[in-house]
């Protein structure tokens, strides 16, 4: 609620420089990230020209996000939605739609015994693989590893 205020009072680039602040870190092992890919999304489009796009990837992440699909989403041709997109967020429509990807596959991770398998599938990894490269290559962990690490103790 403070954040609404801030950024009715000041505008919204003030409230996400706030909320950045207040992001509490983990001392995490295995040098992986320490930040929130959603509170970077939101700094990244200051605008919050994609926030409902975000919103709409993160409900349709099991299907396959092609940039011609998310253009469409946001109304716009292929082309002029890449570029826009770029632009505005400092990153690429596809490294967003598998940092999203990530994200939830973390949670699933930390929060349920699903398998390495249905994880991957409902989170619109084509298969186990995919999702344990990516994690690799954002998170410097496997998905394994990451849930040995974070996994709640009630699932367990």
């Not at 996000?65 to 770029?86: I, T």
Request: glycine fraction near 6%; charged fraction near 25%; include cysteine.
């Amino acid at each position: 609620m403070s954040l609404a205020i801030v950024s009715e009072d000041y505008g919204r680039a003030s409230a996400l420089r706030v909320a950045r602040t207040m992001v509490s870190q983990i001392v995490r092992s295995g040098g992986q990230s320490q930040f929130s890919p959603a509170l970077q999304r939101q700094v990244s489009d200051v605008e919050g020209r994609f926030a409902a796009l975000h919103t709409w990837i993160d409900e349709n992440l099991a299907a396959p996000l092609s940039v011609d699909l998310l253009a469409e989403q946001a109304g716009m041709s292929a082309r002029n939605f890449s570029r826009l997109y770029s632009k505005g967020t400092g990153t690429t429509p596809a490294k967003a739609v598998e940092a999203i990807r990530i994200e939830r596959a973390q949670n699933l991770l930390e929060t349920t015994s699903k398998s390495l398998k249905e994880i991957a599938t409902a989170c619109g990894f084509k298969d186990e693989d995919r999702m344990r490269r990516a994690f690799l290559r954002t998170m410097k962990v496997s998905p394994s590893e990451y849930r040995q690490n974070f996994q709640t103790s009630a699932t367990i």
